[in-house]
């Protein structure tokens, strides 16, 4: 699992929608959950030459609210229980309020989302929270406020993770991009719009 996050991030860093976006949400990777490891592209994100502000998840609590808020270092994120999961603190070290997406005058760009299982259509099984329903629907709903296209949702994958298909709710949003060790599928028009100049793995 190790070696396939490893590419997994190398794909991502490499891609033009993470290197051309101003302002990318990324989840932290929970072991206990064998997700794929986000660690790389949260150093990237936070590294001293890095042109992008990095939004990671914050949950707010058990009826599916989460917000995604700016971190600006990987001191400002604290372990939840019961998986330890790192989440960021609701405020910067000098106590004013972290900037969240939803407040933005300019909405996300990318999302990096984690999931259950995966198709090659874009279909994304999740872990049945309703968390990234929710946010999702509130971005969406965001960007249309602002006359902006929707976040680029892409999701990281591991190979046993993509099945030949994946039932879903009338209400499931399909992501754009699915990216594994060894693949960067392309699960929509929009994907194969902004990825067009790139050498498909």
Partial sequence: MA???QKIAEHVLASSFF???ERIGVYIHCAQLREVDT???LRALLSEGSQARCYVPLVEDKDSNMRLLHLESLDGLRKVLPFNILEPTTSYSDGAPREDVLHMAAPLQVLLMPGLAFDAAGRRCGRAGGYYDKLLARLLARAAACGCPPPLLVALAFEAQMLDS???EPHDRNVDVIITAHSVL???PRAHLELADEQKV
Avoid: F, G, I
């Fill in 186 to 188: 392309r699960c929509s």
């Fill in 39 to 41: 660690r790389p592209l």
């Fill in 3 to 5: 070696a396939e996050s």
């Fill in 166 to 168: 994946v039932p879903v």
């Fill in 19 to 21: 290197q051309r976006a």
